[in-house]
């Protein structure tokens, strides 16, 4: 299977965006889209950890203060 383009997901993501927002007032929608961009922010810094790319490789150590 193929994956979707960045054309079909964008329609997509605006069909399903036209989906829930169909009665809604404007308190649910400032709501749902806070919320969707709080998921969205967590899935690119998932992205980010190590090792997500298919490389295993140790993570980052922490600074650690000199004494």
Known sequence: ???PDSGELLTLAAALACALAKGRDA????RMAAFFTLLGDSFALLALQPGRDG???PP?????QEK
């Open 1 to 3: 299977s193929r994956s």
């Open 27 to 30: 308190g649910q929608l400032g």
């Open 55 to 57: 490389q295993d490789r």
């Open 60 to 64: 980052a150590k922490p600074f650690q």
